[in-house]
């Protein structure tokens, strides 16, 4: 296994099982990631559920409550089943370049007095799981109020086996992508990628809302999307800097980078929508703080403080026009603009990580290339393997696993209900009863 500088450390190459000894408990660390799972439960119940609850029609508001809560339960529980062991395998056993072994099923090979490096074994299991819970319910903006609840848990607990775990092994559990170097310090291709390129999908094969494009489909609370949009932040300081895996200073690097780059980008969204309509939007900024977050998350171990500023200000503007772009030009009706956020700022950032990583960048210097790269060229040539290998894997099957949900529960309601919404047909209950 390659191993790059201390801070550029992708999380899990730094303690997958493979690597797990007989040390001491690191109290201090132990007690750093215990707070980090739970920040980053935090961001998907409550935060994600209400930034996208406050995004729907108020005929939906429920059903993605329902969604991102139940998809929380489910994917705890078969992470713990075969999600994990699929991903990082079983302790002392040289893992494959593609998939985990079957060693910790049900985490059988795991006690009380596992460790892994410093930390408890059962604690990692834990934070990686609050991971392998927000990734499938960041998919759910791409088909919001559209898609029937029993397709939806069918699809997101297959996705989560052929798909998450499989990539997360790549890139963190002693795979081929974090063997050749890739630095993704917290999620750009695992989460971010993942995520948005099955919502992508999920979009062009369920089409668009009706009305979509005619009729106007505005947020119905803008409250609840900025009190998510809060938690969100507060919550990705756990995903970023927790995913040091340590009480260090690369978990405070790892702070200051994604504070500094979700400022940049909500300040960057705002501006181009105060140039270009002459007001600035709520949505917009919130909008533009998410695209800074998911940008940096990939970067946020590899880069100095400069160079976040200014990958966050890039995210702001980028994923601005992408989500135009997407909307209005292609006429694609990801409901929540997942990919034009999280898709465009995960490749954005991974790409990125590659130039800033560099320490001859003066101010805009980062900490350092992977083993066996001695140049900016070189480092970026292995982030876009990532992206690419990512983004057709996960097209491929994403559209593969839709497909046969399709043949086995149907994936979508029928106009009818799609009008009296989701809250009524599918869960028989109303978000509001004034």
Partial sequence: MKSISRLALPVCLMLAPALASAQELNQADTAWILTSTALVLFMTIPGLSLFYAG????????????????????????????????????DGVEQGPFIGDLGNLFLAGMTMDSLNGGIPAILFVMFQMTFAIITPALIVGGFAERMRFSAML?????????????????VWGGGWLGNMGLQDFAGGTVVHITAAVAALVAALMLGPRRGFGTVAMPPHNLTLTVMGAGMLWVGWFGFNAGSAVAADNSAAMAMLVTHLSASAGSLAWMAMEWIRHGK???????????????????????????????????????????????????????????????GVGGILGTLLAGVFCSTQLGLFSGNGFSDGVDSIGGQLMVQATGVVSTFVYTAVVSWLILKLVDVLVGLRVDSDQETQGLDLVLHDERGYDL
Avoid: E
Wanted: proline share 4%.
């Fill in 280 to 342: 600035p939007s709520v949505l917009g900024i919130v909008t533009g703080m998410v695209a800074g977050l998911g940008t940096i998350t990939p970067a946020s171990g590899s880069v100095g403080p400069a160079a976040a500023v200014l990958i966050g200000l890039t995210a702001g503007v980028v994923c601005y026009f992408a989500t135009n772009w997407i909307k209005n030009k292609l006429r694609i009706d990801d409901s929540l603009d997942v990919f034009p956020v999280h």
């Fill in 154 to 170: 069918l699809f997101s607990s297959i996705w989560l086996l052929v798909v998450y775990a499989p990539i997360c092994h790549w």
């Fill in 55 to 90: 995004l729907v029609r108020v005929k939906n508001v429920l059903s993605v409550l329902m969604q991102c809560f139940a998809l929380t339960c489910l994917m705890s529980l078969l992470w713990f089943a075969v999600g994990y062991t699929l991903a990082f395998g079983s």
